[in-house]
Protein backbone atom coordinates (compact mmCIF):
# COMPACT_ATOMS: atom_id res chain seq x y z
CA UNK A 1 0.00 0.00 0.00
CA UNK A 2 1.40 3.84 -1.16
CA UNK A 3 1.67 6.69 1.60
CA UNK A 4 -1.94 7.82 -0.12
CA UNK A 5 -3.40 4.31 0.72
CA UNK A 6 -1.76 4.44 4.17
CA UNK A 7 -3.55 7.71 4.90
CA UNK A 8 -6.89 6.81 3.85
CA UNK A 9 -7.14 3.59 5.85
CA UNK A 10 -5.87 5.71 8.87
CA UNK A 11 -8.57 8.72 8.59
CA UNK A 12 -11.05 5.42 7.92
CA UNK A 13 -9.73 4.03 11.18
CA UNK A 14 -9.80 7.86 13.07
CA UNK A 15 -13.81 7.97 11.83
CA UNK A 16 -14.84 4.62 13.02
CA UNK A 17 -14.05 4.99 16.16
CA UNK A 18 -11.97 3.17 19.09
CA UNK A 19 -14.11 -0.26 18.99
CA UNK A 20 -14.49 -0.80 15.38
CA UNK A 21 -10.32 0.64 14.76
CA UNK A 22 -9.42 -1.95 17.75
CA UNK A 23 -11.56 -4.77 15.62
CA UNK A 24 -9.58 -4.29 12.56
CA UNK A 25 -6.22 -3.64 14.41
CA UNK A 26 -7.00 -7.07 15.26
CA UNK A 27 -7.01 -8.61 12.37
CA UNK A 28 -3.27 -6.88 10.60
CA UNK A 29 0.29 -7.56 10.82
CA UNK A 30 3.27 -6.53 13.33
CA UNK A 31 3.89 -3.80 10.36
CA UNK A 32 0.63 -2.56 9.60
CA UNK A 33 -0.17 -2.10 13.28
CA UNK A 34 2.94 -0.11 13.32
CA UNK A 35 2.60 1.86 10.26
CA UNK A 36 -1.08 2.88 10.72
CA UNK A 37 -0.59 3.84 14.11
CA UNK A 38 2.40 6.15 13.32
CA UNK A 39 0.29 8.05 10.63
CA UNK A 40 -2.62 8.16 12.64
CA UNK A 41 -0.57 9.98 15.74
CA UNK A 42 0.42 12.01 12.66
CA UNK A 43 -2.87 12.77 11.18
CA UNK A 44 -3.87 15.85 13.66
CA UNK A 45 -6.19 17.74 11.14
CA UNK A 46 -7.93 16.28 8.26
CA UNK A 47 -9.77 18.61 5.37
CA UNK A 48 -13.24 17.40 5.38
CA UNK A 49 -13.59 17.13 1.78
CA UNK A 50 -10.78 14.60 2.02
CA UNK A 51 -12.49 12.50 5.01
CA UNK A 52 -15.85 12.55 2.58
CA UNK A 53 -14.05 11.17 -0.50
CA UNK A 54 -12.55 8.56 1.93
CA UNK A 55 -15.71 7.45 3.25
CA UNK A 56 -17.24 7.22 0.09
CA UNK A 57 -14.24 5.19 -1.51
CA UNK A 58 -14.94 2.79 1.65
CA UNK A 59 -18.47 3.30 0.88
CA UNK A 60 -18.39 1.52 -3.03
CA UNK A 61 -15.85 -0.73 -2.54
CA UNK A 62 -17.50 -2.33 0.55
CA UNK A 63 -20.65 -2.72 -1.50
CA UNK A 64 -18.40 -4.19 -4.10
CA UNK A 65 -17.82 -6.95 -1.66
CA UNK A 66 -19.74 -10.09 -0.82
CA UNK A 67 -18.54 -12.83 1.03
CA UNK A 68 -19.94 -16.40 -0.41
CA UNK A 69 -18.29 -18.67 2.66
CA UNK A 70 -18.56 -17.86 6.48
CA UNK A 71 -15.69 -20.10 6.58
CA UNK A 72 -13.50 -20.22 3.32
CA UNK A 73 -11.06 -22.77 5.27
CA UNK A 74 -13.39 -25.41 6.18
CA UNK A 75 -15.04 -24.84 3.32
CA UNK A 76 -12.32 -26.10 1.27
CA UNK A 77 -11.49 -29.03 3.75
CA UNK A 78 -15.42 -29.95 3.28
CA UNK A 79 -15.18 -29.48 -0.51
CA UNK A 80 -11.79 -31.70 -1.14
CA UNK A 81 -12.69 -34.28 1.01
CA UNK A 82 -16.16 -34.89 0.05
CA UNK A 83 -14.61 -35.51 -4.03
CA UNK A 84 -11.36 -37.40 -2.91
CA UNK A 85 -11.71 -38.81 0.26
CA UNK A 86 -10.15 -38.30 3.84
CA UNK A 87 -6.25 -39.32 2.49
CA UNK A 88 -5.85 -37.47 -0.88
CA UNK A 89 -7.84 -34.62 0.78
CA UNK A 90 -5.79 -34.06 3.48
CA UNK A 91 -2.35 -34.15 1.61
CA UNK A 92 -3.77 -30.96 -0.39
CA UNK A 93 -5.43 -29.45 2.55
CA UNK A 94 -1.98 -28.97 4.28
CA UNK A 95 -0.54 -27.50 1.04
CA UNK A 96 -3.69 -25.30 0.34
CA UNK A 97 -3.97 -23.89 3.34
CA UNK A 98 0.14 -23.48 4.07
CA UNK A 99 1.00 -21.89 7.74
CA UNK A 100 -2.25 -21.57 8.93
CA UNK A 101 -1.41 -24.38 12.19
CA UNK A 102 1.93 -22.37 12.45
CA UNK A 103 0.24 -18.88 13.48
CA UNK A 104 1.85 -19.07 16.92
CA UNK A 105 4.64 -18.14 15.48
CA UNK A 106 3.21 -14.88 14.62
CA UNK A 107 3.71 -13.99 18.24
CA UNK A 108 7.45 -13.96 17.61
CA UNK A 109 6.97 -10.80 15.35
CA UNK A 110 5.31 -8.92 17.94
CA UNK A 111 8.27 -9.29 20.19
CA UNK A 112 11.99 -7.15 20.52
CA UNK A 113 14.48 -8.88 18.33
CA UNK A 114 16.70 -8.68 20.90
CA UNK A 115 14.20 -10.85 23.20
CA UNK A 116 13.50 -13.39 20.22
CA UNK A 117 17.10 -13.76 19.99
CA UNK A 118 17.42 -14.25 23.96
CA UNK A 119 15.16 -17.06 23.25
CA UNK A 120 16.91 -18.58 20.42
CA UNK A 121 20.27 -18.53 21.58
CA UNK A 122 21.05 -21.90 22.70
CA UNK A 123 19.01 -23.65 20.28
CA UNK A 124 20.43 -25.66 17.33
CA UNK A 125 20.97 -23.66 14.30
CA UNK A 126 19.07 -25.84 12.06
CA UNK A 127 16.16 -25.54 14.62
CA UNK A 128 16.83 -21.46 14.65
CA UNK A 129 17.32 -21.22 10.74
CA UNK A 130 13.58 -22.68 10.73
CA UNK A 131 12.15 -20.33 12.27
CA UNK A 132 14.02 -17.45 11.08
CA UNK A 133 12.32 -18.60 7.19
CA UNK A 134 8.73 -17.70 8.77
CA UNK A 135 9.88 -14.32 9.67
CA UNK A 136 10.12 -11.06 6.94
CA UNK A 137 13.51 -10.51 6.25
CA UNK A 138 14.50 -7.31 8.36
CA UNK A 139 13.28 -8.56 11.15
CA UNK A 140 15.44 -11.71 11.40
CA UNK A 141 18.50 -9.56 10.14
CA UNK A 142 17.26 -7.40 13.17
CA UNK A 143 17.42 -10.55 15.68
CA UNK A 144 20.31 -12.04 14.24
CA UNK A 145 22.57 -9.09 14.93
CA UNK A 146 21.78 -9.77 18.19
CA UNK A 147 23.60 -13.97 17.69
CA UNK A 148 27.21 -14.44 18.26
CA UNK A 149 28.85 -14.73 14.97
CA UNK A 150 29.67 -18.35 14.41
CA UNK A 151 25.85 -19.14 15.50
CA UNK A 152 24.74 -16.54 12.96
CA UNK A 153 27.09 -17.88 10.32
CA UNK A 154 25.77 -21.42 10.79
CA UNK A 155 22.34 -20.01 11.18
CA UNK A 156 22.97 -18.43 7.51
CA UNK A 157 24.23 -21.25 5.74
CA UNK A 158 21.36 -23.59 6.98
CA UNK A 159 18.64 -20.94 5.71
CA UNK A 160 20.64 -20.57 2.26
CA UNK A 161 20.42 -24.74 2.14
CA UNK A 162 17.16 -24.98 3.29
CA UNK A 163 14.76 -26.76 1.14
CA UNK A 164 11.66 -26.73 3.16
CA UNK A 165 10.52 -27.73 6.64
CA UNK A 166 9.69 -31.24 7.28
CA UNK A 167 6.82 -32.38 10.25
CA UNK A 168 10.08 -33.30 12.73
CA UNK A 169 11.08 -29.96 12.57
CA UNK A 170 8.31 -28.16 12.80
CA UNK A 171 7.68 -30.09 16.51
CA UNK A 172 10.78 -29.08 17.51
CA UNK A 173 9.51 -25.32 17.01
CA UNK A 174 6.74 -26.27 19.21
CA UNK A 175 8.97 -27.35 21.91
CA UNK A 176 11.67 -24.30 21.28
CA UNK A 177 9.05 -21.62 21.52
CA UNK A 178 6.89 -23.34 24.43
CA UNK A 179 3.57 -24.35 22.31
CA UNK A 180 3.12 -20.88 20.65
CA UNK A 181 3.26 -23.35 17.54
CA UNK A 182 0.96 -26.36 17.26
CA UNK A 183 -0.88 -28.58 14.84
CA UNK A 184 2.85 -29.58 13.25
CA UNK A 185 2.37 -33.56 12.81
CA UNK A 186 0.20 -33.06 10.13
CA UNK A 187 1.93 -30.17 8.37
CA UNK A 188 3.44 -31.11 5.26
CA UNK A 189 6.85 -29.57 3.72
CA UNK A 190 6.68 -26.01 3.46
CA UNK A 191 8.51 -23.77 0.78
CA UNK A 192 10.53 -22.20 2.97
CA UNK A 193 14.01 -20.97 3.25
CA UNK A 194 16.47 -21.00 0.18
CA UNK A 195 19.28 -18.76 -1.42
CA UNK A 196 16.74 -16.12 -1.83
CA UNK A 197 15.50 -15.89 1.45
CA UNK A 198 19.32 -16.27 3.00
CA UNK A 199 20.60 -13.20 0.47
CA UNK A 200 17.36 -10.93 1.53
CA UNK A 201 18.55 -11.17 5.56
CA UNK A 202 22.43 -10.74 4.27
CA UNK A 203 21.20 -7.52 2.59
CA UNK A 204 19.81 -6.15 5.53
CA UNK A 205 23.19 -7.02 8.16
CA UNK A 206 25.12 -4.09 7.14
CA UNK A 207 28.53 -4.60 5.36
CA UNK A 208 30.88 -5.76 8.07
CA UNK A 209 29.01 -8.81 9.15
CA UNK A 210 27.93 -9.26 4.87
CA UNK A 211 31.59 -9.69 4.95
CA UNK A 212 31.71 -11.90 7.69
CA UNK A 213 28.87 -14.35 6.56
CA UNK A 214 30.04 -14.67 3.01
CA UNK A 215 33.34 -15.43 3.93
CA UNK A 216 32.40 -18.03 6.38
CA UNK A 217 30.01 -19.39 3.84
CA UNK A 218 32.94 -19.47 0.72
CA UNK A 219 35.43 -21.53 2.87
CA UNK A 220 33.09 -24.28 2.94
CA UNK A 221 31.03 -24.18 0.11
CA UNK A 222 32.15 -21.71 -2.91
CA UNK A 223 29.43 -21.96 -5.14
CA UNK A 224 26.61 -21.21 -2.53
CA UNK A 225 28.53 -17.89 -1.54
CA UNK A 226 28.31 -17.01 -5.31
CA UNK A 227 25.34 -17.94 -5.21
CA UNK A 228 24.19 -16.34 -1.99
CA UNK A 229 26.14 -12.77 -3.63
CA UNK A 230 24.41 -13.07 -6.98
CA UNK A 231 21.18 -13.16 -5.14
CA UNK A 232 21.66 -10.33 -2.97
CA UNK A 233 21.25 -7.30 -5.27
CA UNK A 234 20.23 -7.53 -9.06
CA UNK A 235 21.05 -5.29 -12.42
CA UNK A 236 18.00 -3.41 -11.57
CA UNK A 237 18.75 -2.86 -8.25
CA UNK A 238 21.29 -0.54 -9.51
CA UNK A 239 18.75 2.03 -9.49
CA UNK A 240 19.67 2.99 -5.69
CA UNK A 241 23.07 3.90 -6.73
CA UNK A 242 23.03 7.88 -7.23
CA UNK A 243 23.62 9.51 -10.31
CA UNK A 244 27.54 10.22 -9.54
CA UNK A 245 28.07 6.33 -8.99
CA UNK A 246 25.90 5.38 -12.28
CA UNK A 247 28.60 7.72 -13.96
CA UNK A 248 31.05 6.21 -12.84
CA UNK A 249 29.79 2.57 -13.81
CA UNK A 250 29.32 3.94 -17.07
CA UNK A 251 32.88 5.00 -17.70
CA UNK A 252 34.02 1.21 -17.39
CA UNK A 253 31.16 -0.80 -19.31
CA UNK A 254 31.84 -1.16 -22.99
CA UNK A 255 29.08 0.27 -25.26
CA UNK A 256 28.20 -3.28 -26.56
CA UNK A 257 28.37 -4.81 -22.72
CA UNK A 258 25.61 -1.91 -21.85
CA UNK A 259 23.48 -2.37 -24.83
CA UNK A 260 23.05 -5.97 -24.02
CA UNK A 261 22.53 -5.96 -20.39
CA UNK A 262 19.85 -3.17 -20.65
CA UNK A 263 17.87 -5.27 -23.33
CA UNK A 264 16.72 -7.24 -20.09
CA UNK A 265 16.25 -3.95 -17.76
CA UNK A 266 13.49 -1.97 -16.13
CA UNK A 267 12.25 1.09 -17.23
CA UNK A 268 13.38 2.79 -14.59
CA UNK A 269 16.97 1.41 -14.80
CA UNK A 270 16.97 2.21 -18.44
CA UNK A 271 15.63 5.97 -17.53
CA UNK A 272 18.32 5.86 -15.14
CA UNK A 273 21.13 5.13 -17.34
CA UNK A 274 20.01 7.69 -19.80
CA UNK A 275 19.96 10.68 -17.36
CA UNK A 276 23.40 10.00 -17.02
CA UNK A 277 24.56 10.09 -20.32
CA UNK A 278 25.35 13.20 -22.59
CA UNK A 279 21.93 13.75 -24.74
CA UNK A 280 23.85 12.25 -27.78
CA UNK A 281 25.00 9.16 -26.21
CA UNK A 282 21.99 8.35 -24.74
CA UNK A 283 20.06 9.02 -28.01
CA UNK A 284 22.58 6.54 -29.58
CA UNK A 285 22.16 3.95 -27.07
CA UNK A 286 17.88 4.56 -27.85
CA UNK A 287 19.27 3.66 -31.00
CA UNK A 288 21.20 0.62 -30.40
CA UNK A 289 18.17 -0.95 -28.18
CA UNK A 290 15.47 -0.60 -30.38
CA UNK A 291 17.62 -1.92 -33.73
CA UNK A 292 19.19 -4.35 -31.67
CA UNK A 293 16.48 -7.53 -32.54
CA UNK A 294 16.30 -10.48 -29.92
CA UNK A 295 18.63 -11.83 -27.85
CA UNK A 296 19.07 -14.70 -25.38
CA UNK A 297 17.90 -14.20 -22.02
CA UNK A 298 21.58 -16.31 -20.97
CA UNK A 299 23.78 -13.34 -22.99
CA UNK A 300 21.84 -10.51 -21.27
CA UNK A 301 22.29 -12.01 -17.97
CA UNK A 302 25.86 -12.53 -18.70
CA UNK A 303 26.35 -9.07 -19.40
CA UNK A 304 24.47 -7.98 -16.72
CA UNK A 305 26.48 -10.03 -14.56
CA UNK A 306 29.81 -8.82 -15.52
CA UNK A 307 28.81 -5.22 -15.38
CA UNK A 308 27.58 -6.71 -11.37
CA UNK A 309 31.40 -7.59 -10.85
CA UNK A 310 32.74 -4.32 -11.97
CA UNK A 311 30.04 -2.69 -9.47
CA UNK A 312 30.80 -4.69 -6.62
CA UNK A 313 34.78 -4.06 -7.26
CA UNK A 314 33.90 -0.48 -7.02
CA UNK A 315 31.49 -0.41 -3.80
CA UNK A 316 34.78 -2.52 -2.45
CA UNK A 317 36.75 0.19 -2.97
CA UNK A 318 34.98 2.32 -1.61
CA UNK A 319 33.66 4.67 -4.29
CA UNK A 320 30.52 3.97 -4.71
CA UNK A 321 27.83 2.44 -2.33
CA UNK A 322 24.47 1.02 -2.59
CA UNK A 323 21.48 2.12 -0.14
CA UNK A 324 20.12 -1.51 1.43
CA UNK A 325 17.87 -0.58 4.45
CA UNK A 326 19.20 1.33 7.24
CA UNK A 327 21.14 5.00 7.20
CA UNK A 328 24.28 3.24 7.98
CA UNK A 329 24.03 -0.17 5.76
CA UNK A 330 25.16 -0.54 2.15
CA UNK A 331 26.07 -3.33 0.08
Known amino acids: MDE ?12 IGEEEAAEVFKQLSPKEVQKLGETIARLKIVPRERLAKVLERFATNALDQHALVS ?3 EYVK ?41 LLRNEHPQIVAAIMVHLDADLASEIMKFFTERQRNEVMVRIATLDGIQPAALKDLNDVLSNVLAGSE ?9 VKTAAEIINLLGSALETSVLDYVRESDPDLAQKLMDNMFGFDDLVKVDDKGIQMILKEVQSESLVLALKGAAPEMRDKVFRNMSSRAAETLKEDLDGRGPVRVSDVEAEQKEILKIVRRLVEEGQIVIASGGADEFL
Open 78 to 118: SVLRKALGEDKANLLIDRILQGNDVSGIEGLKWMDPGSVAE
Open 186 to 194: RMRKASLGG
Open 4 to 15: NGVEEAAILLMS
Open 71 to 73: DTD
